[in-house]
C-alpha cells in the first residue's frame, strides 16, 4: 500500500487507507465538489510506525490496564501513549513520500520559505461512519507551513487517535482496533465559514440547514459562537434567515502565522455572514452529496473570496425521533434545543477542566462551551446546557449519538443557573425549568431489539450482566462453553475417564441455565466444546492433551468431539436437560466443521443421547471447506451456519492469527473472505438456511453493513458493540428499502 496518495486518486471505498475524511474528500473531488487539493497520509504510513516499534502490544497494555470511566486514569494513559508516539521519528520511506507530494501541491515552489500553507486533520478509518461520526475526537491543524512543521504535525494528529476522549469513545463503541489516516490539504484563507446539514439533525425535518460565522469554521464546530442559520427547502427556496450577533471569529495571525482568536468588528457583528446566491449553491452542493451517499450529510465548507471549497462531509448520524407531549413550569432560560429529550437534575457549573471531575452520574452539565473534551463526562450526566454553540457543534453531535438531552445557544446559562440548583431541561424546544417538573414523552422510537429484520445477537461466555444485554439483543449467537469450564479448573476428558460424566452435565447446565433462561424464548446457540490441545493444558488432568506442532490446525472442534463422543454426549445431555426444564430455546452450534460426514455423525451421537428436535443443530463455517462444500452441508440438513472469521480469515489467508507480526496482512475485508461470505449466505439462502456471524468481525459496524447487503439472516457481536451494529445494520436496512 502506498504511503501517501493524492486525494484525486482515492474515494469512497478507500475508507481502510485514507479513513472517513479522506475518503469523502477523493470521492466528492468525483463529482465535481469544489475541495481544496491535497494528499492522504495513508493508514500505511501509521500502521508501520506501530509495526517498527511494536507499539499495538504496548499500547494494548496500557489501556487494558484501566477502567476508561476512571477520568483521572484515562487521562493519564492518554498522556503517556501520545508521548510515545510523538517519541518516534516519522519512518524515512514515509517522510520522503509526504515531503514529495508537499511539494506538488499547486502553487508550490520547492524552498521551504514558498511551500504554502496547508491544513492537517487526521481521519480515522472508523471516523465518519455513519453509525459514530467521532465528532471532534480527532485533530486537526491550521496553517502548517514548512517541512518539519508538517512532519510534527502529522505525527500530532497520529498520536490524536489516542485522545482521552477518542480511548473512551472506542471502548464505548466497541470499535477494537483503529488504525489512522491524515489528510493535507492547502489552507483556504476562510474570510467565512460554517456547516451543513441536509436534514434538521434535531427534528428530522427534510430541510438544508445551514449554520455561519467569519472567519475559520472552527467557533462553529467548538461551540465558541451562535452561528447565523439558513433554511433552505429542498426545491432551493430559502424558507428562513437568522442572523445572530457574533461576538468571536478565529482568523490567521499574518505575522505568528498562527490562528488567533478576535473579537468581530463591529460592522460585521449583526450583519448577515452568507448572501443569498452563496446560501443557494452551498445548499445545492449538500443535495448532490446527499443525493449521492443516498443519505443526509453534514458537510463543513470555508469560503475565500467569494469561492466556495467543501472541507468535509458524512453522513448525519442521529435524527430527532422522539416527541414530548406537554410541560408546565417556570422557565428559567431558553437555547437550541439540540439533542431532543427531557431531564431532571442537579445543576453543575463547569467552568475549568478541573470541575469535570465534580460531575456525578444523573447531573446536568452547564457551561459556556460544549467542548468534545467533555465527553467521558457528558456520559455520566442527565443533560447539557451551554451558553454558546449551535445545533451543529460537534459537542452537540455528540450529545444526540449518546442520546443525552442538550440545550445550546442559551447565552447566559452559566451566569443564570447556579452550581447545585435542581432544573428540568426541556432539549425538545430548549427551554430550561424551575426544580424537578415531571415531562410526559410519547414512548420514543429506538432502534431495540426486534426491530431490525437482521437479527442482532451477542456472543457470549459467562452469565453477566444479561438484565441489561438480554432485553437489547435478538439472541445469543455464540455462547462458548470453554470459560465454563475452565473456571471449573477440571479437564472434562478428566471428569468423563474417571466416570463423573454427570459432574460435567451439572456444570454446563449452571453455567447455561442463567443465560438461556435470562433470554428465553430467544434462540441461544451453544457452540459444542472447542478447546484447542494447548489451551486445557494447565488444568487438572490437561497434561495427558497431546503436544501438537500446530494446535490452531489439529485436534479441536468436531473433530475431536467425535474422537471423544462422551464429551459431546455429556453436553446434549445438558442441553436435553434444559429443553426438558423449558428452556427449548437452546440450539447446538458445532465448530470447525470440514465435511457433511462429520455433521452426521454429531446428528446420529444426538439421537442416541435423545437430544429433541427442537434442538436444532447449525455449524461454523471457519474452514475454507466449509465454504466450499456449504451446498452438501445444506443438504445434509444443517440449521444455521455461522462465520467465524477468526479461523476463517487465518485459514483463508493463510495467517495464524496470533502472530503479531503479520496482523497488519490479516483483514477480514480481504476479498477472498468476503467473496467466501457472500457465496455462504446464497446458498444457505436458496436452502432457507439461516446465516449468522459470530466471529470478532460481527463487532464491526462496517462490516456488518456489508453483511446486510449480502442478506445475512444475524450478526453476533460482543456486548458493548450491540447498539453500534444495531444502528449500522438498522441504516443498512433504510437505505436498500429506500433504494428498492
Ligand atoms: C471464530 O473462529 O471466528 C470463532 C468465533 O471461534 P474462536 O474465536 O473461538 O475460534
Ligand atoms: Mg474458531
Not at 489516516?181 to 474570510?191: G, H, L, R, T, Y
Not at 444523573?362 to 460544549?370: K, W, Y
Not at 446559562?413 to 430550561?432: C, F, P, R, S
Not at 449468522?692 to 449480502?710: F, H, N, Q, R, W
Request: hydrophobic residues 40%; negative net charge; proline residues 4%.
Amino acid at each position: 500500500m502506498d504511503y501517501v496518495v493524492r486525494l484525486d486518486q482515492i474515494g469512497k471505498d478507500d475508507l481502510r487507507i485514507a479513513g472517513g475524511k479522506g475518503a469523502n474528500l477523493g470521492e466528492m473531488l468525483k463529482l465535481g465538489i469544489p475541495v481544496p487539493p491535497g494528499f492522504a497520509v495513508t493508514t500505511a504510513s501509521f500502521d508501520l510506525l506501530m509495526r517498527m516499534h511494536d507499539l499495538g502490544k504496548k499500547i494494548g497494555l496500557i489501556i487494558s490496564s484501566i477502567n476508561v470511566d476512571d477520568t483521572a486514569k484515562l487521562l493519564d494513559a492518554s498522556k503517556e501513549i501520545k508521548a510515545m508516539i510523538l517519541s518516534y521519528e516519522m519512518p524515512p520511506e514515509v517522510r520522503l513520500k509526504v515531503d514529495e507530494a508537499y511539494k506538488s501541491l499547486p502553487d508550490s515552489a520547492t524552498s521551504d520559505s514558498s511551500l504554502p500553507l496547508v491544513a492537517v486533520r487526521s481521519s480515522a478509518t472508523a471516523e465518519d461512519l455513519p453509525t459514530a461520526s467521532f465528532a471532534g475526537q480527532q485533530a486537526s491543524f491550521l496553517n502548517v507551513k514548512g517541512s518539519d512543521e508538517l512532519v510534527e504535525s502529522i505525527k500530532k494528529c497520529w498520536a490524536s487517535l489516542f485522545e482521552p476522549r477518542a480511548i473512551f469513545y472506542r471502548a464505548k463503541h466497541g470499535f477494537a482496533k483503529s488504525s489512522i489516516s491524515v489528510i493535507v490539504q492547502k489552507m483556504i484563507e476562510a474570510d467565512k465559514s460554517g456547516v451543513m446539514f441536509t436534514a434538521d439533525p434535531t427534528t428530522g425535518e427534510d430541510v438544508v440547514l445551514i449554520e455561519a460565522t467569519w472567519g475559520l469554521g472552527e467557533s462553529i464546530v467548538g461551540g465558541e459562537v451562535s452561528p447565523d442559520s439558513y433554511r433552505v427547502d429542498k426545491n432551493g427556496k430559502i424558507i428562513d434567515i437568522q442572523v445572530s450577533n457574533k461576538t468571536r471569529m478565529r482568523v490567521r495571525d499574518q505575522a505568528s502565522n498562527t490562528t488567533v482568536e478576535l473579537d468581530v468588528p463591529q460592522d460585521k457583528a449583526n450583519a448577515q455572514v452568507l448572501t443569498e446566491q452563496e446560501i443557494l449553491n452551498l445548499a445545492e452542493f449538500g443535495l448532490t452529496l446527499e443525493r449521492h451517499y443516498r443519505h443526509p450529510q453534514d458537510v463543513e465548507f470555508a469560503i475565500e473570496n467569494g469561492k466556495i471549497a467543501i472541507v468535509q462531509t458524512r453522513a448525519i448520524t442521529t435524527k430527532g425521533k422522539t416527541k414530548k407531549v406537554g410541560i408546565k413550569g417556570n422557565q428559567l432560560l431558553k437555547g437550541v434545543g439540540a439533542s431532543p429529550g427531557a431531564a431532571s437534575g442537579r445543576v453543575r457549573i463547569i467552568s475549568s477542566k478541573d470541575d469535570v471531575a465534580k460531575i456525578n452520574k444523573g447531573d446536568i452539565i452547564v457551561t459556556t462551551m460544549t467542548s468534545p473534551d467533555l465527553v467521558p463526562a457528558m456520559s455520566r450526566s442527565a443533560a447539557i446546557i451551554t451558553d454558546l454553540g449551535g445545533r451543529t457543534s460537534h459537542a452537540a453531535i455528540v450529545s444526540r449519538e449518546m442520546g443525552i438531552p442538550a440545550i445550546v445557544g442559551t447565552q447566559q446559562a452559566t451566569t443564570v443557573l447556579k452550581d447545585g440548583q435542581e432544573v428540568t431541561v426541556d432539549a425538545y424546544d430548549g427551554i430550561v425549568y424551575d426544580g424537578r417538573i415531571e415531562v410526559d414523552i410519547e414512548t420514543p422510537v429506538e432502534v431495540h431489539a426486534g426491530m431490525t429484520r437482521t437479527k442482532v445477537k451477542v456472543n457470549l461466555a459467562f452469565a453477566q450482566g444479561l438484565n441489561e444485554i438480554a432485553p437489547k439483543a435478538d439472541g445469543v449467537g455464540l455462547l462458548r462453553i470453554e470459560h465454563l469450564i475452565t473456571q471449573f479448573g477440571v479437564h472434562p476428558s478428566k471428569l468423563v475417564k474417571e466416570g463423573k460424566q454427570e459432574e460435567y452435565v451439572k456444570l454446563l447446565i449452571d453455567g447455561i441455565r442463567p443465560i438461556a433462561k435470562a433470554f428465553s424464548p430467544k434462540p441461544v446457540w451453544v457452540r459444542t466444546l472447542d478447546a484447542r490441545s494447548d489451551e486445557f493444558k494447565n488444568l487438572k488432568g490437561g497434561e495427558d492433551e497431546p503436544q501438537e506442532a500446530n494446535p490452531m490446525l489439529g485436534w479441536h472442534g468436531i473433530r475431536r468431539s467425535l474422537d471423544e463422543p462422551e464429551l459431546l454426549k455429556s453436553e446434549f445431555r445438558a442441553i436435553k436437560k434444559m429443553h426438558e426444564e423449558g428452556l427449548t430455546n437452546l440450539q447446538v452450534m458445532l465448530p470447525f466443521v470440514i465435511s457433511a460426514e462429520e455433521v452426521q455423525k454429531a446428528r446420529k451421537i444426538a439421537h442416541e443421547v435423545g437430544l429433541p428436535d427442537a434442538a436444532k443443530i447449525g455449524i461454523m463455517v471457519e474452514t475454507p471447506a466449509s465454504v466450499m462444500i456449504i451446498e452438501e452441508l445444506c443438504k445434509e440438513g444443517i440449521a444455521f451456519a455461522s462465520f467465524g472469521t477468526n479461523d476463517l480469515t487465518q485459514l483463508t489467508l493463510g495467517i495464524d492469527r496470533g502472530n503479531e507480526r503479520l496482523a497488519n496482512l490479516s483483514s477480514t475485508f480481504h476479498p477472498a473472505v468476503l467473496r467466501s461470505m457472500k457465496m455462504v449466505i446464497d446458498t444457505c439462502s436458496r436452502y432457507s438456511v439461516e446465516t449468522s456471524i459470530c466471529g470478532e468481525a460481527g463487532s464491526d459496524s462496517e462490516m456488518a453493513k456489508i453483511l446486510v447487503k449480502y442478506g445475512i439472516k444475524s450478526i453476533s457481536c460482543n456486548i458493548d458493540a450491540v447498539d453500534a451494529i444495531r444502528m449500522a445494520v438498522h441504516e443498512k436496512e433504510l437505505e436498500i428499502s429506500e433504494l428498492t
